[in-house]
């Protein structure tokens, strides 16, 4: 009994894994199968009012919005964040070599200094005349996977989770370090004058299919969330506000020039945390596909039945309510776009990421210009889709490149390109 109980959620983890797979064989990757479809239209109420001014779309239109994207897709947190609580745990100006500042915090979500917390890694410019711009992201696998510095503790969260799901063998060790080094060009971020703040995002809501049993879920208490509250996106995007409640008071960092960015699902988490907290100045969706950046009435590439079956922890519940039936979903994704207007957002796309369904990201943006240009800017710089490497750089900007689901040097050169224009030179 004890060994079953033991296996039961890796045998489960293996079952979604298997239906996953066998749906994607069947999955639509034709321009010419995807269905005709009309979108909610973003300039309009829930009840068909047309919002015709920048007033009604901040004080009507973007509170009932949100709202709806609450309740049907992400999930509303169950409870406040907590008055922020934390330790400096690192102080070292001559990081890598001389070549940054490197700051290790620990924020504590209660009272209790073993209860839920997440550990924040931050790297600035050595040298800045003011207080510095900061890229924000959650990583996958624990501050140490990012960069080969040894300073970085390997990550105990991660030991944690794992054991949790009865993989031992899975424990986060020094061989991880700098794994993912690729992906977060620590040197290239400083030099070009940003500081980098990173979190593992298990250690605020480990990533399986748990019962909301661990992580931040501790503090609401045993019950499972209601049918409109979090999933996992909602908690790391919660997760990402606390973070935010810190750099906000750190005078090393500017609070006004903090960009958000996030790869796949917490590219989709990125863009909900920068429609909840209008505190993020820029958003970046990297990669982020069906429950992100791309429009879910496409139906191409990953779908909504399919996400809710292979991750049911990530959304609320009453997403599930959509799977067999899209059109019904009161909101589609390019109104979350809207929601991050009039700030700037910068969606990024794979040419052979196509179960991200690079057109459907792309035509999020478009569909979401409308609003920005009623909010006094730009919004996207052309309505055709750009060839690979073209970056647009206009207050809804968007680039797709050539590769795989990931994050290269080139995303992170067209980000700071797209930073230093919205945000001025560092
Ligand atoms: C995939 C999932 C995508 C994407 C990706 C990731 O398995 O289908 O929606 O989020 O995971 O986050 O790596």
């Given at each position: ?39 909610p239209p973003?300039?309009e109420m829930p009840d068909g009012t047309?919002i ?8 009507k239109g973007?509170p009932a919005t949100?709202e709806q994207?609450?309740t049907h ?257 009161p909101v589609?994704?390019?109104q ?91």
């Amino acid at each position: 009994m004890n060994m079953i109980a033991k296996i039961l959620p890796l045998i489960l983890v293996c079952l979604a894994t298997l239906t996953a797979d066998a749906q994607e064989r069947k999955v639509n990757y034709e321009e010419a199968k995807v269905p005709d479809y009309r979108l909610p239209p973003i300039l309009e109420m829930p009840d068909g009012t047309a919002i015709t001014d920048a007033n009604a779309w901040t004080t009507k239109g973007r509170p009932a919005t949100l709202e709806q994207f609450r309740t049907h897709v992400y999930g509303r947190a169950p409870m406040a964040r907590p008055s922020l609580r934390f330790k400096v745990q690192d102080h070292e100006d001559q990081a890598l070599q001389g070549k940054a500042r490197r700051r290790q915090v620990r924020l504590y979500f209660s009272d209790d200094d073993q209860g839920p917390q997440v550990n924040l890694l931050i790297y600035l410019p050595v040298k800045a005349a003011r207080p510095s711009p900061v890229f924000l992201g959650l990583n996958f696998q624990g501050n140490h996977t990012i960069h080969a510095d040894p300073h970085i503790p390997v990550t105990q969260s991660w030991v944690r989770n794992n054991k949790d799901v009865g993989a031992e063998n899975h424990q986060a060790s020094a061989e991880g370090r700098g794994r993912v080094a690729n992906r977060w060009p620590v040197e290239k971020i400083t030099a070009a004058g940003y500081g980098l703040a990173t979190a593992y995002y298990g250690d605020i809501d480990p990533d399986f299919n748990d019962g909301f049993r661990n992580g931040v879920h501790t503090l609401a208490g045993e019950k499972a969330p209601a049918a409109d509250e979090w999933g996992s996106i909602a908690t790391w995007a919660w997760g990402l506000s606390y973070i935010m409640d810190y750099l906000q008071q750190d005078a090393e960092i500017d609070p006004k020039r903090i960009i958000l960015m996030g790869h796949s699902r917490l590219g989709k988490t990125s863009l909900w945390a920068g429609a909840e907290d209008e505190r993020f100045s820029i958003v970046i969706s990297n990669n982020s596909g069906c429950g992100g950046a791309a429009l879910h009435r496409r139906e191409f590439g990953e779908t909504v039945k399919i996400i809710n079956n292979a991750f049911p922890h990530w959304f609320c519940d009453n997403f599930t309510d959509y799977s067999e039936r899209v059109d019904a979903c009161p909101v589609d994704q390019h109104q979350l776009i809207g929601l991050i207007a009039p700030r700037p957002v910068y969606v990024a796309s794979a040419a052979d990421d196509r179960w991200a369904d690079p057109r459907g990201e792309f035509l999020s943006c478009v569909h979401a210009s409308p609003l920005y240009e009623l909010l006094g800017t730009d919004g996207i710089a052309q309505q055709e889709m750009p060839g690979i490497e073209s970056p647009i750089f206009s207050t809804v900007g968007y680039h797709i490149r050539s590769g795989k689901h990931d994050v290269t040097h080139y995303d992170w050169e067209q980000w700071i390109k797209f930073a230093d224009k919205h945000l001025g030179s560092p």
